[in-house]
């Protein structure tokens, strides 16, 4: 507008600014006070003659409600909001809220500070003395932007960080309406705010988001004239700190939740998975059950990863080690794995991969996450081409496995490739996307203490997945353990620690079966009183399983504590529904010879067992 001259609108806003109903202090660098506006004279008791020079200290005294003395001098600190006790110059206390935004000058250095306070209650007050002009360099030095309108939207008054967050230059900002300048969903949200300061002239304070940066500011509104002026202070930190610990929040409910049922699910799971399988390997090769008892086999697999999912998600579960030979277990795992109709699974493996001392259930779910995602980026009507390769590189330190899943999917696009390992994030449409599966694999390789990396373009994803752990190359232990498990199960006497009678009666079938000879209890006390029995005679158990948790009872931690004291060189194995326990992940503190989660497969507790039987 033509009339906007500069010194004219800087010397009305300076006006405007002594007749704020807040009060504004502004100090140099040096903590000395340079202004008072009328508000502040009052609330203080110091007119602006006496008040400039003085130490900002004895001008604007604080303290908390407590009567610590609150410390004020955090030039750009942006704080808002502090319930503070202001003391004038005659000792009356008055409960205020203050902001801080710091000035600096055309450099961008330091200069000083500003402080806009109000009363929290209603308060009595005397009028002050003289005021003093409000130098132009205190508003064009503010690092918050700032800017007047007038009754109908228009900026009148616009400072030079305020340009800046409308990406405008200043001179074109003269004269356009605010609303032109924010998305529109800002229009439709805070209308009735700006609405209500300018019609009732009261203050207010919000937080408003502009979607088109992606910024959230804390907008303070003050009535003046005929007009507003606004005051602005970034708060998209805040804001993401807030969301943060919220998801945070939901994340540790999430915990508990999933911990809560995890151990009772997994026990149901490994009496049908442990049955499934007994069932499986009696019925004979052309029986028709046999097909059927595979699915049923598979399915439960599912069930038990489904659990871990959300174990691992929710609590990011440590890891439960065991040494597997590589490329044995890739092998199982890829039978197990079901390709998506359409897709074709390529897998290829490096000379020499060795063993590793990883958490074959996590990362097992991590390679099922990683392949399903690449079956599921393929478009509907092309032919899915998926590579997994694996190899392990010897060259330099320990010895880390790398694995890469390749797929011909549509890729990912650039501005979404930052946010895929983001909870709940997704761009499926599916009714089933949980946006939670990456998220997943994150926090496994996390734990596991690797990395992963994913390169994208249209037409091909490469996710790689670096793992440390590697230790030699050659065949399994495990797999010895089970070539060599009938030599060591004639004379080999086992007393498991198993309160689910369900349970009980599967690892005692499967065990006796296998000729070992074994005697089960069901609580901690019970157990150590047979061990000490036997051991009496001068005939201890060979191996004991202890199941971690006893809900109505001494669990396998205390049990173990109790054996141990008793008979140092006891060997035993801990078991647990609960694969978050730090127990099963540092199970060797505790002097167990191995860790055997819920749920497992009878040939996995058998294997075990001849393994820790002939350590």
């Known amino acids: 507008m033509s009339d906007q001259n500069p010194e004219r609108v800087e010397s009305r806003l300076a006006s405007t600014l002594r007749s704020l109903a807040d009060g504004v202090v502004a100090a140099d660098l040096g903590g000395r006070v340079i202004f008072l506006n009328r508000a502040a004279e009052r609330m203080t008791g110091w007119p602006a003659a006496l008040a400039g020079g003085r130490p900002l200290a004895e001008i604007f005294q604080i303290s908390h409600p407590s009567g610590e003395a609150a410390d004020f001098i955090r030039v750009g600190a942006g704080r808002s909001g502090r319930p503070l006790v202001l003391t004038d110059r005659l000792g009356k206390r008055l409960a205020i809220e203050d902001k801080t935004a710091p000035i600096r000058d055309a450099d961008g250095s330091l200069a000083g500070l500003v402080i806009l306070f109000r009363t929290r209650d209603e308060v009595s007050g005397r009028a002050g003395g003289g005021f003093a002009e409000v130098p132009d360099e205190i508003l064009e030095g503010l690092a918050e932007p700032l800017f007047c309108l007038d009754a109908q939207w228009r900026f009148t008054y616009v400072n030079a960080p305020a340009a800046a967050a409308f990406n405008a230059e200043r001179a074109s900002l003269l ?14 949200r805070h209308y009735q705010d700006f609405c209500s300061a300018l019609l009732k002239r009261e203050r207010r304070t919000f937080d408003l988001h502009d979607e088109a940066t992606e910024r959230w500011w804390e907008a303070s ?14 708060v998209t930190d805040r804001k993401a700190a807030e969301e943060n610990a919220a998801r945070l929040d939901r994340l540790e409910s999430l915990g508990l939740l999933a911990r809560g049922f995890a151990h009772d699910f997994n026990n149901l799971l490994t009496v049908i998975a442990g049955n499934v399988s ?39 579960g440590a890891p439960v080690r065991r040494r597997i030979d590589i490329a044995s277990w890739i092998g199982e795992c890829v039978a197990a794995h079901q390709p998506a109709e359409g897709s074709v699974l390529r897998v290829v493996l490096g000379p020499d991969l060795g063993e590793a001392e990883w958490d074959p259930a ?27 390769r694996v190899f392990v590189d010897r060259r330099a330190g320990e010895a880390a496995a790398t694995f890469e899943v390749i797929d011909n999917g549509r890729g990912i696009p650039s501005e979404n490739v930052a946010r895929i ?25 996390r734990g596991h203490g690797g990395r992963i990396e994913v390169r994208s373009q249209p037409g091909q994803t490469v996710v790689a997945v ?23 199960s004639q004379t080999s006497r086992i007393l498991v620690l198993e309160d689910e009678p369900l349970i009980r009666q599967l690892v005692f079938a499967n065990l006796s079966s296998r000729g070992f000879v074994v005697e089960t209890t069901t609580d901690g006390a019970s157990t150590v009183q047979r061990y000490r029995e036997e051991l009496e005679k001068k005939m201890p ?42 127990v099963m992940s540092r199970y060797m503190d505790f002097g167990f010879k191995a860790v055997l989660p819920k749920p497992y497969d009878p040939a996995e507790l058998v294997a075990l067992v001849s393994e820790v039987l002939m350590d």
């Not at 004269?175 to 439709?188: E, M, Q, Y």
């Not at 509104?221 to 970034?234: A, M, Y």
């Not at 948790?549 to 060997?571: D, F, N, W, Y």
């Open 278 to 316: 007994l069932a499986h390997a009696r019925a004979g090769d052309g029986s028709p059950e046999r097909s059927e008892l595979e699915h049923a086999r598979q399915a439960a697999h599912q069930a038990q990863g489904l659990v871990q999912n959300l174990l691992t998600f929710a609590r990011g």
């Open 362 to 388: 996590q990362i097992r779910r991590l390679l099922y996450n990683l392949m399903r995602n690449a079956e599921q980026s393929i478009p509907r009507g092309r032919a899915g081409d998926i590579m997994l």
């Open 466 to 488: 670096h793992l440390p752990g590697v230790v030699v190359p050659g065949a399994a232990a495990v797999a010895a353990a089970r070539s060599h498990s009938a030599a060591s």
């Open 421 to 445: 390992f983001e909870p709940y994030f997704t761009t499926r449409a599916d009714d089933n996307a949980s946006g939670l599966g990456l998220t997943v694999c994150e926090s496994i390789v």
């Open 541 to 582: 158990f060979d191996l004991v399983i202890l199941d971690l948790s006893i809900p109505c009872g001494q669990g396998g931690r205390e049990t173990m504590e109790q054996l141990r004291a008793i008979h140092p060189e006891v060997r035993a194995i801990v078991s647990s529904g609960y694969s978050d326990d730090a």
């Open 175 to 188: 004269g356009r309406v605010l609303w032109n300048k924010f998305p529109a969903s800002v229009h439709r």
């Open 221 to 234: 509104i003050n009535p003046f004239n005929d007009g507003l002026i606004v005051l602005l202070q970034d």
